[in-house]
């Protein structure tokens, strides 16, 4: 067995497009998934989770890596990660890791329920507009935490954490994820309203559960956690990534071919397959699997990104690239980040006629795009423009891969199966 490696090695992509895409491809775990689960380690005391279906993924190597600084022993094989937790977790968080990506944020309340303290430096990740953790930070004070911002790092402190009501004005799924974990050990019952929905916070109650912890109304709007003394370790398996398949069948689409997404759930995907279906695509599922094609070109349509079961925005992206080739006009409003149109220049220098109006963009479609030099901002931005590389008419350069490789696992050897010819080559230093 291995332990993850995080490289920093700057690396860029050559896409050759204008080639139908066709064939099949297998889901891999969900990254949204899997990272509260490995979080979740940390409220184990010497033994171990067993982790099947985890994505070997840039994020999965720095939550890895992150766990190792706080005591965790980790290793991964065919993926598979087990997760030894210490006896004694550290309870302060690296700042190198934590700034690198904004799940780090969710080693916050199993840290607290099991330490009694924490300290973790504000984390980082894409650069898709400011996602405070305010209401982490006050779910866990309401729940007794003593929390304190110094020197650009939260300090928290519990003798022991209380159950009791906490409305979200806003159904972050971060903030139900880490207020789930704080719970599990809090005195009492702890109820949670107004929560997130999403299928990831599913798996993660799924996952407590079978450690011991009374969770009940997962994928409601209200979760009831029961508080217990300890946990046990357990093996779990992590979802399909519904936002990974959801790319690839857009892709077939894009490419005038046609994919099938196989190990996948498809009611997961509702909101996008609706989409698709009105703009004219047809689409196909079985119990496990997803097909997709257009078999002329799709109309414009309206898209507005919403908490699940509304349309999700970290395909938003992907989305846009697609509608920029749709006939005549479409309108993509994003309801969840201020700042998550960074892809909107790089899709413009490929042809793509949009215009941005505050929250909201009105997308042109044109026949064709063509390639050109690009820079991935943020892993879905990143995700966007290999698409539209894929159905440009000449060769596509996307710089800043090293973003997509936060949430996309072996997607050159992926899309190679299905017939596009792309590669990832070392980016120059001049060229970075």
Known sequence: ?????????????????????????????????????????????????????????????????????LGAQTTFEKGTMIIAAPEEPDWETPAHLVRKMRASSLALGPLLARCGRAVLPLPGGCAIGGRPIDLHLKGLAKMGAQIELVHGSVHAKAKGLRGCRIYLDFPSVGATENLMMAAVFARGQTILENVAREPEI?????????????????????????????????RITVIPDRVEASTYLLAGIMTGGEITVHQV????????????????????????????????????????????PGFPTDL?????????????????????????????????????????????AVVTGVPALHGTDVRATD?????????????????????????????????????????????????PDEDA
Request: proline share 4%; charged share 20%.
């Open 202 to 234: 599913t798996n993660l109650a799924e996952v407590l559960r079978a450690m011991g912890a009374k969770i009940e109304g997962e994928g409601t709007g209200t979760i009831r956690i029961t508080g217990v003394k300890e946990l046990s370790g357990t």
């Open 265 to 308: 759930i498809p009611q997961h995907m509702d909101a996008l397959l609706a989409k698709l279906e009105e703009a004219g695509a047809e689409v196909f599922c079985t119990e496990e699997t997803v097909s997709a094609r257009a078999p002329q070109r799709l109309r414009g349509i309206s898209v507005k990104t919403l908490p699940f």
């Open 1 to 69: 067995m291995r332990r993850f490696i995080v490289t920093t090695q700057r690396q860029k992509m050559l896409i050759r497009g204008a080639t139908p895409l066709r064939g099949s491809i297998s889901a891999q775990g969900a990254k949204n998934a899997a990272l509260p689960i490995m979080a979740a380690s940390l409220l184990l005391s010497r033994e171990q989770l067993i982790i099947d279906r985890i994505p070997d993924l840039q994020d999965t190597r720095t939550m890895a890596d992150l766990l190792g600084h």
């Open 379 to 427: 892993l879905r931005a990143g995700a966007a423009l290999i698409l539209a590389g894929l159905s440009a008419s000449d060769q596509t350069e996307m710089f800043g891969v090293e973003h997509v490789a936060r949430g996309y696992e072996k997607i050159v050897e992926k899309l190679g199966h299905v017939g596009a010819r792309v590669e990832i080559i070392p980016c």
């Open 316 to 360: 938003q992206p992907q989305m846009m690239a697609l509608l920029s080739i749709a006939e005549g006009s479409s309108i993509v409003q994003e309801g969840i980040f201020e700042s998550r149109f960074l892809h909107v220049p790089e899709l413009q220098r490929m042809g793509a006629h949009i215009e941005v109006q505050g929250n909201s």
